[in-house]
């Protein structure tokens, strides 16, 4: 009862045709009270530089499932994306990640009269490769049962998320703190299936991961400036 339990919620998030970015913000509360800042922000979409890094031509030319240095390999392909773009549907998850954390009095996504400030930055890179399960695929072959069988399998991947040009500015343009970048790289075991799914909900729970340390460098650079 327990994997068909892990399989349903795994099936709704990640493993959709229609792929969404978005992960749970709720369980986001701190153990212990932290000083919010008085100011009221908002975040304009993210800039997508992506097309410019050459790695990330992976996922704009080719399916879920490709060949790279002779393995078969799963990658977060563009082409199952819903119809928000990725940099758009990064935005909104920071924009309510922020407001969890209560890092500052209130968060706005893109633009808003009520605002103070606003921040910006340039999306590098969202991208995500995994080997490919043959486990997972034969298991699949046996329905149901199958699949409950091999639902715990994992197998090696590489997860890089790079937002730069990160910056907090008063609404008059006037440059308050220059954050710099902020690179993360992921090397694991990630859950596996048989149709390359599941490597979006990887790069979901590691963007759950990035944003949260984010936040946390944000504070800590704020930490003697007077907002």
């Not at 399989?7 to 709704?12: E, N, R, S, T, V």
């Amino acid at each position: 009862m327990k994997k068909i339990l892990f399989l349903w919620p795994l099936f709704l998030i990640g493993c959709t045709i229609s792929q969404k970015i978005v992960y749970r913000t709720d369980d986001l509360a701190t153990n212990q009270p932290m000083e919010t800042i008085p100011a009221k922000v908002e975040v304009r979409i993210l800039e997508d530089n992506r097309r410019n890094i050459e790695e990330n031509n992976l996922l704009f030319d080719n399916p879920r499932q490709v060949r790279v240095d002779k393995k078969t390999m799963c990658i977060n392909s563009e082409k199952h994306y819903a119809k928000d773009t990725v940099v758009t549907q990064i935005t909104h998850l920071l924009v309510d990640h922020l407001n969890q954390e209560r890092l500052f009095q209130k968060v706005f996504y893109n633009t808003s009269n009520e605002s103070d400030y606003y921040l910006t930055g340039t999306l590098n890179s969202f991208f995500g490769e995994q080997e490919f399960s043959t486990g997972a695929a034969i298991g699949a072959g046996f329905g149901l049962i199958g699949a409950l069988a091999t639902s715990g399998i994992k197998t090696p991947g590489k997860i890089i998320i790079d937002i730069s040009d990160l910056k907090l500015f008063k609404k008059d343009g006037t440059l308050v703190k220059d954050f710099g970048s902020f690179y993360k790289e992921y090397n694991d075991e990630y859950s596996a299936d048989s149709a390359c799914w599941c490597i979006y909900w990887n790069m979901n729970e590691m963007l759950k991961d990035f944003n949260t340390q984010l936040i946390e460098k944000i504070r800590n650079d704020l930490h003697n400036i007077k907002l």
